[in-house]
C-alpha cells in the first residue's frame, strides 16, 4: 500500500491536502506536525483513518524515522506570515529554513520515492511585471519571503546533488474552511470572514488597492497530489495560482454583497514588507501538472463563508 506522509498535515491547507490523498486510493496517510498552529480539530472527522505523530521538523531525530520508506512526503509544516517573521524572525528562520533541510536530509537517507515542496508566491516580491511567472528572477521582500525560497531552492539542489526526487510548487495566498481568524498574523480572508460575521469593521492595511491572487484551498491541495506525482518535473518549480487577482477592496465589496450588509472598512499603514500585486502565470501548471482549478472566487467565497457561518463560534473560541 502507498505511504504518504504530509508534515503540517493538521494546518489549514495540510488537512485539505489529508482528505484529498484519503479520497484518492487506499493509502496509507500520516501526519508529522507540532500543532503549533496545527489544530486537532481540523482533523476531527477523519479518526483513525490517518496517523498523527507529534513531531518538530526542525528535529532530525524525531523526524527521520517517521519520513522513512514513505513514497511522497508533502512538506507544507512552516511558521507563516510575512508580518510574524518581521516581528519574530528567528522562529520562522528556524522552521520555514533549517526544518526543510532536515525534512529533505531526513527523506534523502531514508529513501522517500518524492517530495513535495509547499513554496509561496511571495518569493516573487515586487517584480514588475505581471502575471508571475516562474522564469522570473525572485526578489523577496521579507524574511518569510526569502526563508520559503531557501527551501524551494534546497528542494531543487536535493534533486541535483542528492538524487532525491522534488517538486515545489507556489501557493498564492490560499483561503478557505479552517483557515483559523484568530491571530492578527491570520490570512486577510478568514479576518474578513470573522469581521463580517461579527459585523464589524475589518482593518485594511493601505488604501486596499493591493491585489492578490486568491486560490481555494481545494483546488490547491488537488494541484498539490498532482504535482506529487506527474512525471518528469523533478527539481522544478511551478505557480499554483488561479491566474486572477482582486484587490482587497474588491474582496469586501464581494463578501458585504454576499451577506447582504454595508460595513465600511477601516484604512491603516500599509505593513512592512508588504507585496503590492501578485498574480500567477499558470501556463507550465497547467501543461505539465494538468492544473485546472474548479472554483471561481466566487464560489470559493460562499463556501468559506458558509463553512464560518456554521463554525465560527467554535473556531473563533480562545
Ligand atoms: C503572503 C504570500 C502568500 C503566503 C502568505 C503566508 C504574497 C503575495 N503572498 O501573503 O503566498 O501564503 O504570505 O502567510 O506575498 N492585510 C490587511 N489587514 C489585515 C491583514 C492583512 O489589510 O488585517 C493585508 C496585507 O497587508 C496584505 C493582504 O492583506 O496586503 C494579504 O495579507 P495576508 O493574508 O497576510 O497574506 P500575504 O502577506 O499577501
Not at 489529508?18 to 508529522?32: N, P, Q, S
Not at 513531531?55 to 523526524?63: N, P, Q
Not at 536530509?105 to 517584480?127: I, K, L, M, P
Not at 521582500?141 to 524551494?152: F, T
Request: charged content about 20%.
Amino acid at each position: 500500500m502507498s505511504k504518504y506522509i504530509v508534515t503540517g498535515g493538521a494546518g489549514f491547507i495540510g488537512s485539505m491536502l489529508v482528505r484529498k490523498l484519503l479520497e484518492r486510493d487506499a493509502a496509507e496517510v500520516a501526519i508529522v506536525d507540532n500543532f503549533s498552529s496545527g489544530r486537532r480539530e481540523n482533523l476531527e472527522e477523519l479518526g483513525d483513518r490517518v496517523a498523527v505523530h507529534v513531531a518538530d521538523i526542525r528535529r532530525f531525530d524525531e523526524i527521520a524515522p517517521l519520513l522513512r520508506g514513505a513514497d511522497v512526503v508533502f512538506h507544507l509544516a512552516a511558521i507563516p506570515s510575512v508580518p510574524r517573521s518581521i516581528a519574530d524572525p528567528v522562529p520562522s528562520h528556524e522552521s520555514n529554513i533549517d526544518g526543510t533541510f532536515q525534512v529533505l536530509r531526513a527523506c534523502a537517507e531514508g529513501g522517500v520515492h518524492r517530495v513535495f515542496y509547499a513554496a509561496s508566491s511571495s518569493a516573487y516580491g515586487d517584480t514588475e511585471e505581471l502575471p508571475k511567472v516562474e522564469t522570473m528572477t525572485p526578489r523577496p521582500k521579507s524574511p518569510y519571503a526569502l526563508q520559503k525560497l531557501v527551501g524551494e531552492y534546497y528542494a531543487t539542489v536535493f534533486a541535483s546533488c542528492f538524487g532525491l526526487e522534488t517538486v515545489s510548487v507556489r501557493y498564492f495566498n490560499v483561503y478557505g474552511p479552517r483557515q483559523n481568524p484568530s491571530s492578527p498574523y491570520s490570512g486577510i480572508v478568514s479576518l474578513f470572514m470573522k469581521a463580517l460575521l461579527e459585523r464589524r469593521s475589518p482593518t485594511i492595511h493601505g488604501d486596499g488597492e493591493q491585489s492578490r491572487d486568491f486560490t481555494y484551498v481545494e483546488d490547491v491541495a488537488a494541484l498539490s497530489i498532482q504535482a506529487a506525482f506527474a512525471p518528469g518535473v523533478s527539481g522544478r518549480v511551478y505557480n499554483g495560482g488561479n491566474g486572477n487577482r482582486y484587490t482587497l477592496n474588491q474582496i469586501w465589496e464581494i463578501l458585504q454583497k454576499i451577506e447582504g450588509v454595508s460595513i465600511p472598512a477601516l484604512y491603516g499603514p500599509r505593513r512592512a514588507g508588504d507585496v503590492l500585486h501578485s498574480q500567477a502565470d499558470t501556463a507550465a501548471a497547467v501543461r505539465d501538472l494538468g492544473h485546472a482549478p474548479c472554483f471561481s472566487l466566487e464560489e470559493g467565497l460562499r463556501r468559506t463563508l458558509e463553512w464560518y457561518r456554521r463554525d465560527h463560534l467554535r473556531t473563533l473560541a480562545p
